[in-house]
């Protein structure tokens, strides 16, 4: 079979040499098949350029060549921006950029050496170009049925490497990088065939300066986050042999210390790179990669999917889970879930929406719902919620700015901050909010926010609480208290003046709640409602027709907000800092998803009882029904925040936050960061 794999990549290399010389397709296709082809010779190329030594400057020659039509300045005119391809090639435009964006992870697989993914690739190429050399042209439904049956026929191949990936040791590509390089011979970083921005060679660089015992430091801050978050959700981490480790290129001796600290606690790693065929794509850049060549890209072609998702696709796709899972059950259950590390401080990023990129239909967004429902059902049968965690650690990019250095080093002071000390000031906030059944939000000057929030009731005080006393595990840094609210009686306004979720940038949006859930909802991108409606259904409600509040929190990290402040940075820290910035609210799915049975317990000895709500519990009837498998945090920050108040039984209130301070008795030491930088005082 190898034999023949390899007979097949050559036989298609040597016909893919020939296209730039031949007038065999008519212009204006000729010039798309010709720059097409060109791409597919560089890419592989490097399948050889790889194993020979090359200075630092030529690396960075050769990785500006691959990826230079996908730069900002350049994308204009690539056949990957739908908008080009269309004007260019009328009503193959579409098509034939599809084919392009599938394409583009050629360079992937050839550093990698799937020779097989290669392959399929470029003779996929081939049939597309030969049916263009014909007369008459061939119509557009076909080249459509061509690209179709591409990703249907290997779909099964596709979802199993995705998933062998995730919990197969042995498929770990980079860890020989992470293990062996001399991290002081930057060429390295060009040995994923990613694209190696000034982010990733200014970290690594940076890196190098730290002690080793800095290092280890770092990353014990995220591996110790690893392991307590399954301690305090009582799950037996010695039953697991693999973790997920997802990491941005640059951090390497970070990354090789943690893997020697998770083998410590039993733990080798899976590593894997964000998806590059559109069937393994899932929303989001999961697994290890580079600085984002341009989010323009990805965004023109999130709703490809448009092309080939119908009830039959669907079918094929789950069978295929279900088929892999169940040959590989031993890997799967034996997996501990993923370790993140993120990065921010990146551009920010609006998107520009254009007519020319594939959209799905509303038959296909509720096919798209229900497909990744049954797809995390199945992955929870074989990597069981209920026996899995995570955590997820920050650091600033280069591209934040001139203070990236000092950001950088005071990001690894809030990643270490106390967390016996804000955990007992945040068991003052739980003491007085669980005397409560009802809480009150509300904006300040021009921040609309008006909200009324059910608490559970609780059946013994002495025992129960409804908020979870969050410290640095799961979610790194420290800094909130959080519950799954009732939603009925959740109502009112969310607003924010600027929030980024997800890396895409929201101006002034609004979410109207009614009985928990989303009724309505605005925002100021762009001209038209229509077009702020459909980027809010797209990137906040997923689709759904209404998504419920997941999540009630209140952030207590004033130490990070004062950070943001210094830097001029709010626009650019990750939900997983801005969230510990004030109040915020998640909709979609509530913390405990997938894992609502697990009793959890606070520091004080209490179990959390509102790990469910009136959509999650559902799944005792129809799993389908309970889960929307996204969970999206929208933080008020302290300055828009006039207060929060719980309201007793005889409509008393009690004030936890006033004008963005902290009043309640017992945690105005959380203030102390705001008097020292003469913030919102």
């Not at 997983?576 to 520091?603: Q, R």
Request: some cysteine; hydrophobic content about 35%; proline content about 4%.
């Amino acid at each position: 079979m190898e034999e023949l794999l390899r007979e097949r990549f050559q036989l298609s290399c040597e016909r893919i040499r020939e296209i730039p010389g031949e007038e065999l397709v008519p212009e204006p296709y000729r010039s798309f098949f010709q720059r097409g082809a060109e791409f597919l010779i560089l890419a592989s190329s490097q399948l050889e350029e790889k194993k020979k030594v090359h200075s630092l400057s030529w690396w960075k020659e050769m990785n500006h060549r691959i990826y230079e039509e996908l730069l900002p300045e350049n994308y204009g005119q690539s056949y990957a921006n739908p908008a080009y391809a269309v004007e260019k090639l009328g009503e193959y435009g579409k098509l034939l950029s599809f084919l392009y964006a599938e394409m583009r992870g050629a360079v992937i697989y050839a550093y990698e050496e799937k020779i097989w993914d290669l392959t399929v690739i470029q003779e996929l190429f081939l049939e597309i170009y030969s049916s263009f050399g014909e007369d008459p042209l061939p119509k557009p439904e076909e080249i459509r049925d061509t690209l179709y049956w591409y990703v249907s026929d290997y779909c099964q191949d596709f979802m199993e490497e995705r998933i062998l990936e995730n919990i197969d040791p042995d498929r770990a590509f980079a860890l020989h990088f992470i293990m062996d390089s001399d991290f002081s011979d930057l060429t390295y970083l060009y040995q994923y065939g990613d694209y190696i921005s000034e982010n990733e060679l200014k970290t690594a660089e940076f890196l190098n300066t730290f002690s080793q015992e800095e290092i280890e430091q770092m990353a014990r801050t995220y591996t110790e986050g690893y392991r307590m978050a399954f301690v305090n959700t009582g799950k037996d981490l010695s039953i697991k042999e693999t973790v997920n480790i997802r990491y941005p290129i640059g951090f390497e001796r970070m990354v090789r210390a943690a893997v020697c600290q998770f083998e410590q606690m039993g733990l080798k790693p899976t590593i894997y790179r964000y998806a590059t065929h559109l069937i393994q794509m899932t929303g989001g850049r999961n697994g290890f990669g580079s600085t984002n060549v341009n989010p323009q890209f990805e965004y023109d072609h999130k709703e490809d999917a448009a092309l080939f998702l119908d009830h039959d696709f669907v079918q094929r796709k789950l069978r295929s889970m279900q088929n892999i899972y169940q040959e590989h059950q031993e890997l799967a259950a034996k997996h501990a879930g993923p370790a993140v590390i993120e990065v921010f401080g990146e551009a920010p990023f609006a998107p520009e929406t254009k007519k020319e990129v594939f959209t799905l239909s509303e038959e296909q967004r509720k096919l798209k719902v229900s497909m990744d429902n049954e797809s995390a059902q199945i992955t929870n049968r074989y990597i069981r919620g209920e026996e899995r965690s995570f955590t997820i650690i920050a650091y600033p990019l280069p591209e934040i700015g001139k203070d990236f250095e000092a950001i950088f080093r005071e990001t690894v002071k809030i990643n270490n901050l106390d967390s016996q000390k804000y955990s007992k000031i945040q068991q003052k906030l739980i003491d007085t909010m669980d005397t409560c059944e009802w809480v009150e939000i509300k904006g300040a000057n021009e921040n609309e926010t008006d909200l009324l929030i059910h608490l559970h009731e609780l059946g013994n005080s002495d025992k129960q609480t409804n908020f979870e006393n969050c410290v640095a595990d799961c979610n790194i840094p420290v800094g909130e208290v959080f519950t799954s609210p009732v939603l009925a009686g959740t109502g009112g306004v969310l607003h924010v003046s600027q929030v980024y979720l997800n890396g895409l940038l929201f101006k002034e949006l609004k979410l109207v709640f009614d009985c928990g859930q989303v009724i309505d909802y605005s925002c100021e991108n762009f001209e038209s409602e229509e077009e702020n409606r459909k980027y809010i259904e797209d990137n906040i409600l997923h689709h759904h027709r209404k998504i419920p509040m997941g999540e009630f929190a209140i952030g207590t990290n004033t130490a990070a907000y004062v950070m943001a402040k210094k830097y001029g940075i709010q626009d650019k820290l990750p939900i997983l800092i801005a969230e510990k910035m004030g109040p915020h609210f998640a909709v979609g799915d509530t913390c405990y998803s997938w894992a609502e049975d697990i009793p959890v317990y606070n520091p004080d000895g209490k179990e959390i009882i509102a790990r469910d709500n009136e959509i999650s519990i559902l799944r005792k009837e129809d799993i389908s029904l309970a889960y929307y498998n996204c969970h999206t945090d929208i933080t008020i920050p302290y300055e828009e925040l006039g207060s929060i108040r719980v309201i007793d039984d005889d409509g008393e209130m009690i004030s936890i936050i006033e004008e963005g301070r902290f009043v309640l008795p017992g945690t105005q030491e959380l203030n102390q960061p705001l008097d020292e930088s003469g913030f919102l005082r």
